[in-house]
């Protein structure tokens, strides 16, 4: 019966497939399902001392405890065992009879065996246009305003364009909110419910669609994990509050990569690309709800083998990491970097070079260069830069002697020992970077304290001074929310005062004023609901 | 029509409620539902630059952009907003006239004065016995093992019983997992579907049951958040590694409970408790998906305001941190403590004493009583504690003059400076117990780099030493897993002769001996599948 109800089903699927391909006409079939209903603990003892046991839950648990006290038990287990017959399945070397042995299937029949199982055995590389054909010209670092994410948006569809058949762009109901929407010049959302008239005019949606939407996080990641696992490449984009949904997911699957490649057989699969947008930073309207940048924190408890994390601090950077996690294979990229308009840094050339090495000097922002330097300002995000070069140009206006080191991080596991993480800096270059009795004053992105559980081994970590969100928000403007996280450049101009031994006293001046045209900022913020033109169009003046 | 319907269907929940408390039968009745369509956007404008909005997905977003530029715009702008015919509504100086005024509800029928959406006014304490009458009688500390939770089980057995209209225990099906099952003597599972004549022997079902139960962590997460915020009381435990399902529902309940906090008119609420059980470190045959101690580097991120968290060590402490948090309000208490039989360390008056404090010096573990110590020893979890003290054995055995100081954290927000967290010890106080400069050897139930994140200020920080789970097992015996992850006894034991100067050299020979230990030990329980018996039933010797 059960070969009959397979070859049905089998026979169905087929026609199914055979009217599609054959008409070209989307439809969404109802598929033939086999549902196989056994007792739970079938075969096992059906009463065990007068409780139900087969087909119950008790089966769940363990069945017969206590075999060894109670001899009643272990003949009933006896009996349990000895119901296979053993004495027919194996020889007397207890092997598996032939006959037996012949049943199983061969090579790829074997469930085991299936490349579908193992996707990475069919796994293609994708066939990349060159990420630098997608580059933002700039007239120099800090002068011009570009949203992050849309030749990002570019750049993927044109990788949808040229592989049109394993990959795929997951997004809940985002990728327009995420700026990503030039995708569907090649392919549309996925669609194959009823539509109406007015749909056709921006509703984005096709049958055809390759773009996976729905407002539901889970769905997605369950979706892409399945598609990566296949063997076929992905890119999800979701709100930075909102990836919470699937950390659970995201650690099974972390667990489930770190296993994979301790096993020889299985082929690499494509990594899990996860980007972060719509961060905490820019949730001016949306307030403290959407406030979360903890998912980070979660994602360096897992296996080093398996997970990066990136913060592109522009365009450019973001596409030359974009393009580095879509070629990778085991790993999950978590890529953070918000949609909004933000100054711009880097050509494509110094943007290659920053984000190859993960963490550098720029030079541009420093003037330490031949001297040993007063302070390390560090940033990591990109909203938390343009505060750091912000503080960096207050202190130079008004202490034109200090000398300062501009640091910028984007791959975040720089930051650990080499010996914690295959990308972890060796002490030598950090100690040369970071200094080894310097202060620094570290903006960063997230929680702060992240910072410090990725550097406590550092040599000059006590000189370490991280700001970062500290959980503290509303609807704010974008300067009001940074100075009540401390992440604002009056802020942090001010913590390096504090820091620098020169400073600590004759700089108390300078923090009165820094204070004060803090407090001009919160007022105005307040009064119109908006942060002053001078301090929104902030430009890198040097 | 609409008061229509609404008198309809008030009626009819008026009829069931009757019916149910008239003749006490419990059914599922079909309550009335109104649901009312009306379009996104309504009044907005219908299309914009021959776009359609009202109705559509359009009206989401901002349905007229631009209309400081666009005078057509702003003209359908003051149309749309004319339409409401503000000079009908408001009098010349912009009120609103009385005899709209006088349309809104008074005192509690207004919906935001109503005082089930204010549940503090509602709540009533629980009626508590007392918990030291669940202690566990103890010969002396660390000689007899019990299993954590069947006391607490008996403890919300008899809160349940004197609080039988307030207070619920919800669990994903796991309250008999986790061994809370007392539970059932006074109030079964919540289950008004079908049942069988099986399920009457163990099911523990009742229509009147008010046990939630459900595998479903997010239901059942809702439901409390729900009965919390309408003045009831609860109780949720689950599985450590799957509470991460919960993840982002806990961060947007702790922002809520942040604000409203800063919200004088809102009453306090019950805590919300987990207990978090099925740790870690005791996954014997469950393995790696189900270790995942990371939920707490998620907690520690919200608001010091409201989030605390507890380890209690032994079951008279998780009785007295149980106690204190049902009777606590505005917080989310999270509790850490595995269901397993494991050593017992305090009496009860001790226990409470130590849950107190939060944190102590076990005098009975230490011997540096009068002198400076030569070493801290220190950990915080149930299993943790266990190998610490068996480390601290093992050194005393093989250097008998070496001084080791023996700490316990139950609350672990003491280790956080004052300023940063409620619950922070002053410097002064923790600088007084884990010495200026002394190594400290911290043994944590969780991921390690949590202990540096709260502790990195803290002044001997940079001789603080952590091991916990770093993400490395399988199926493994407790010690076997243990071993792997550098936290049991002989790990402990060899990094601390490693940090104790006078010992760096001279220990080298003990250091062999306890690698050799260590060895026997990962052989025993490979070849054997589970650990030696001595190593298992180990209790503390002095």
Known sequence: QMAGVLEECILEIKRIQHEARSTGIPVRPHWPMIVLR????????????????????????????????????????????????????????????????????????????????????????????????????????????????????QFLRDIMRSNMHNFRVFGPDENSSNKLDSIYEVSKK?????????????????????????????????????????????????????????????????????????????????????????????????????????????????????????????????LSVADHCLKSTDNINVIVCDKQKHLQYLDMDSAIKHCIKGISIWEWASNDAGFEPDLVMASAGD??????????????????????????????????????????LSDRDFDSLFTLDKPVIFNFHGYPWLIHRLAYRRNNHKNLHVRGYKEKGSINTPLELAIQNETDRFSLAIDAIDRIPSLQVAGAHVKEKLR??????????????????EDDHWEWPY
Chains 1, 2 share one sequence.
Request: net charge neutral; proline share 8%; hydrophobic share 35%.
């Open 38 to 153: 056994s007792p739970k603990g079938w075969t096992g003892p059906k009463e065990v001392d007068g409780h139900k046991v087969e087909g119950f839950w008790r089966a769940h648990q363990v069945p017969l405890t206590n075999v060894k006290q109670n001899p009643a038990h272990l003949k009933m287990l006896e009996d349990w065992l000895r119901s296979y017959k053993p004495e027919e399945l194996f020889d007397e070397k207890g092997r598996l009879i032939p006959e037996l042995k012949l049943l199983a299937p061969k090579g790829h029949r074997r469930m085991s065996a299936n490349p579908s199982a193992n996707g990475g055995l069919l796994r293609k590389a994708l066939r990349m246009p060159d990420f630098k054909d997608y580059a933002l010209a700039l007239e120099g670092p800090g002068k011009v305003s570009a949203e992050n994410t849309p030749p990002l948006g």
């Open 190 to 318: 996925t669609w194959m419910a009823e539509s109406f008239v007015e749909d056709a005019d921006g509703g984005e949606l096709s049958p055809f669609g390759r773009v996976m939407e729905m407002l539901s996080e889970h769905t997605l990641e369950g979706w892409l994990e399945g598609y990566l696992l296949t063997g076929r490449h992905g890119f999800f984009s979701t709100y930075e509050a909102f990836v919470h949904v699937i950390d659970s997911m995201f650690n099974q699957h972390a667990k489930w990569l770190a296993m994979a490649k301790a096993v020889p057989w299985r082929a690499s699969v494509s990594s899990l690309n996860l980007l972060i947008t719509s961060t905490v930073w820019r949730q001016d309207h949306n307030g403290f709800t959407h406030q979360d940048p903890g998912f980070l924190d979660l994602v360096v408890n897992k296996s080093p083998s398996v997970t990066r994390i990136y913060l592109p601090p522009d365009v450019n950077c973001l």
């Open 383 to 424: 909203i938390p830069t343009k505060e750091a070069l912000a503080a960096t140009v207050l202190l130079r206006e008004n202490f034109p002697t200090l000398k300062i080191r501009f640091i910028n991080v984007v791959d975040l596991y720089k930051l650990v020992p080499s010996s914690e993480h295959p990308h972890g």
């Open 516 to 533: 004060n045209q803090q407090i001009e900022c919160q007022n105005y913020a307040y009064e119109h609901g908006i942060d002053r033109p």
